[in-house]
């Protein structure tokens, strides 16, 4: 039996995580069952490279980052994800390798290309059934971030034009394959886009 894989992205500070934590508690109450993970540390390795990737002090060059990402997510799918998936679970992950695309191959002014090929190649082709795109002008989410009363860590630290430009790549993405992607307007409320979002795992799950 498969299962059902959902990856929730978007810029820093739209709402992932609660809205991921929000479908992971309406779909439990349905009995059915679900494994909660994040990217990056999503497994005992994984904590390592988060440390790495999100407070290292000091530059990482692009091209490591996307590297450290990629090693990451491989262990995270041969490790968490597919074992999860062939025993029929729902995967719910805040993050998977759009991310990288987005923020590796346009933030970082990689190849879009070159790192979508090294993510795919990381986790051996494995695609999401549904990718949920929150969706927030890049000044906004930083409004949310200053209020949330956490550290920024290295990549929340970033200006607002490399979360734009973030943005603008993750809503390429979307366009590209709008039968894997929903976009979902983060400016409205958390009811509202959980909402949205059961609507369209429930399709998914009948």
């Known amino acids: 039996m498969s299962g059902l894989f959902i990856s ?30 994040l990217e990056p540390g999503g497994t005992d390795v994984g904590v390592e ?18 590297a450290l990402f ?25 993050r998977y390798f759009d991310s990288s695309v987005a923020y590796q191959g346009a ?19 494995l695609l999401p059934d549904l ?3 929150l969706d927030l002008p890049a000044d906004q989410a930083r409004a949310r971030r200053n209020t949330s009363g956490t550290e920024p860590d290295r990549l929340e630290k970033e200006k607002t034009e490399f979360f734009e430009t973030v943005r603008s790549a993750y809503l390429d993405l979307a366009k590209a394959e709008p ?7 983060a400016s409205v409320t958390v ?13 998914l799950i009948e």
Do not use: C
């Open 70 to 94: 990629a090693a990451d997510r491989a262990h995270h799918v041969a490790s968490k994800i597919r074992p999860a998936l062939n025993e029929g679970k729902i995967v719910i992950t805040d």
């Open 107 to 125: 933030g970082r002014d990689l190849s879009r290309t070159e790192v979508r090929d090294l993510s795919l190649w990381a986790v051996g082709g």
């Open 191 to 203: 009811e509202e886009m959980q909402e949205l979002i059961r609507k369209r795992v429930a399709g």
């Open 49 to 66: 490279i988060r440390k790495i990737l999100l407070h290292h002090k000091g530059d990482l060059a692009p091209r490591a980052e996307a």
């Open 8 to 37: 929730f992205e978007g810029i820093d500070g739209v709402g992932k995580s609660t809205q991921a934590d929000l479908l992971e508690l309406w779909l439990t109450q349905q009995n059915k069952d679900v494994v909660r993970t």
């Open 131 to 133: 990718t949920v795109l």
């Open 179 to 185: 039968e894997r992607f929903l976009v979902v307007d």
